[in-house]
Structure formats: C-alpha cells, structure tokens
Nanobody, 116 residues
C-alpha cells in the first residue's frame, strides 16, 4: 500500500533553515508527481510546493517562492523540501502528498515551528 513518511521538522529561530524529507513506498515513485502541503492552526491546508515526475515542472506558493526548494531523488524514493529564511508564519504541520489512481495519499505530517 502507499506509504508516505515525513521527517525533519522541529523548532527553528526566524531566519533559520530546515530540511524536510518524505520517504515513499507502495507505488512507482519515479513516475509520480509529489507535493508538499502545510496546515497552520485554524487555517486550511495549502499547497506549498509541487514537483512533477522525471525532471518536470516545479511550482511554489507565492509565500515561499525564493525561500523554499523542492527536489526529489528517484533512486531513493524520497522527496525533499529545503526551507530557508524561515518566518514565524511558516509555522505549520507539513505534509507530503501524491495522487494515485484518483485518490490523494498523505503522510502523517511533521511539525515545523518558527519562533524565537
């Protein structure tokens, strides 16, 4: 079955950096688009970054463009989210996501807290 396992969250000061990882299994990773979403308390889940399969397109939310970078390692079945210049408003639970066979799959999420 499809499994997505995020890691790498934590507490960081404003201006700091964190790198998130999502290990995927149960589907053909290399041919799958992968996404990172986040959900802050009291807010709707929002798409942060998306990467197509096979070196295809990459897209970012305007709020993170220039600060975050999504990448993938198809040999390891891992998608990454490098987050730089973090702001308190980046505080949220970050989720890895893919859509396969018409269904959305989610990881359990990893908490990112940006605070001094």
């Amino acid at each position: 079955q499809v499994q997505l396992v995020e890691s790498g969250g934590g507490l960081v000061q404003p201006g700091g950096s964190l790198s998130l990882s999502c290990a995927a299994s149960g589907f053909t990773f290399s041919s799958s688009a992968m996404n990172w979403y986040r959900q802050a308390p009291g807010k709707e889940r929002e798409l942060v970054a998306a990467i197509a399969s096979a070196g295809g397109s990459i897209n970012y939310a305007m709020s993170v463009k220039g600060r975050f970078a999504i990448s993938r390692d198809d040999a390891k079945n891992i998608v990454y989210l490098q987050m730089n210049s973090l702001k308190p408003e980046d505080t949220a639970v970050y989720y890895c996501n893919t859509v396969k066979w018409g269904r959305a799959y989610w990881g359990q999420g990893t908490q990112v807290t940006v605070s001094s």
